[in-house]
């Protein structure tokens, strides 16, 4: 598996822009590692489990240190299922405290989705575990020499986003809380997803690595394709409602023109709209 | 009421059907659909009419639905009656023909020779049917169906903010219309917070099936006289919206009870007032 080292001692492989299949074996999410003096710690394991082992392969070709976290940036199966590959002694799995319960709440639907998309054999491999640790609020990670900051958001892309920041090379995992190039799924709240970015762009890191797009961006300006995304759909929804408009017109109106900057856009803005247009009714 | 048990995460019938035949080519496919859709019906028919006849409802309904649904868990649907000299729509059954529930809601109006809208967000399991089934002040039954694609995936018809929707379960919102003029029928929207838990959900980190809890009763009141009665089961939506048409006075006031499956009854009142209609 091709990754880049795009810090010293941080390595990050891109997925694809496109969805699970047979041919992509679910390898549609970015995923990497860092490595301390001491231990690996893994940031998401990729949308299957052929594609975890892959990474796992990557990792022990650069560095004989032993994995010990395996570290989820949220419960979608494009970042989680690749977890079988690394149920060895001694990796503890670490993620938000919403995360089990988020997971399970969808955990078959997963899976039957993976099977029908990438196929029945993969699907046999796949194993859905609870973490071993658990983030409420902040968590410090010593790798040797390099230590990590884990952050549970509140809710946002989904109820349980967890960031990781790389001091040593100010580097920060986003998870998909940064959407770059493919289109971003709203599965939490869209007002909270704004919030979280705003406190985020005060991180002091240089560079940021989203959970779709390059490996690597100049942070904050990695989110400020995605910040403009969502306020438009923001605004949009809030303008259609306002004239008492329908789900159905504020999907034929609201931010369509950036339909070209965005991959697989018809696929996801429709419900992103759709999601947005329930929760803001609320407000 | 029959349910019939089965997961929201497993594939129904239908969808196996569907992808199992996808190899024999587009024609066979459909061909073998719409007979499952038929026995589906016929089975639903039974069950909820008794047997009795149902009819092509023809100009007296019709049904606007999404062909594919963006969001399974909130697929937009909305029904108009249009009641002529001979005939009265007194209610109106919404039933999304696959799901595990398939009665979502039966709506009963108070004045059958008005023409009603009535809008609300469902849950569709599968691919499947929607169909509107109104029942006419002599006791016929008259249908009208929309096929609906689930979009399936990372749709997964689970809550996207689930402490939210809990800690503000039962606070309601009406909206009305900008204008609203007393003796002219206006459209409003009845929004009401409730997780609408269908009993299919497993909370594996407690190991067990969040019970269902969902809103089963709905009765609109206006100055003290039915507007509108509505009984719903788990394929509503969570957060349950209703679009509905009165006739508002100059001034009066609306009143909403809620009960749910679990007791629990909320009760909101709303002042209307109306520029006059003179």
Redesign the interface.
Known sequence: MPVVEIAPGVFVHAGLHE?SDAANQGDIANCGFIVGSEAVAVIDTGGAPAVGQRLREAIQARTDRPIRYVINTHM?PDHVLGNAAFLTEGTSFVAHRNF???L???????L??FE??VGSDAAQEVRLM?PSITVTDRLEIDLGQRVIELVAQP?AH??NDLTVFDRQTGTLFTGDLVFMERAP?????VL?WLGVLDTLSAVPATRAVPGHGPPSAPWPDAAADLRRYLARVVAGVRTVQKA?G???QA?ATVATDEGPRWRLFDDYH??N???AF??L??E | MTTTHR?????PLMTAAL?GVGLLGLTGGSAMAAQDDDARWDMLRDMYFANRPVEDAGPLLSM?A?TRA??AA?V?I?IATAPGSDVTVKALHLIIDQNPVPMAATFRFADGGDPQTV?T?VRVNSYTNVTAVAETGNGRLLKTTRFVKA??????????????TVA?MG?M?L?L??AVTAGKPMTA?L?I?HPNYTGM?????NYYYIPAHYVKAISVRYNGAPVLDVQSDISL?E?P?IHFTMVPAETGTLDVSVEDSNGRRFQESWPIRANSGS
């Open positions: 969805e979608h089990q319960a988020g399970m709440a969808r955990g078959s639907h997963y039957h989705a029908e998309a609870p809710p989904t109820d799924a709203i599965d939490g709240t909270g008492h329908t789900i159905q999907i429709p419900r709209v759709t999601a329930a929760e009714e609320w | 997961s929201w995460g497993r594939r992808a606007e999404p963006h969001d909130l937009p909305k809008e967000r979009s399936g995936g990372c749709s997964a018809p689970a809550l996207k903010n689930p402490q939210l503000r606070k919102k909206n219309p900008d929207q929004l917070s959900q497993y909370d594996q980190l939506s957060d919206s």
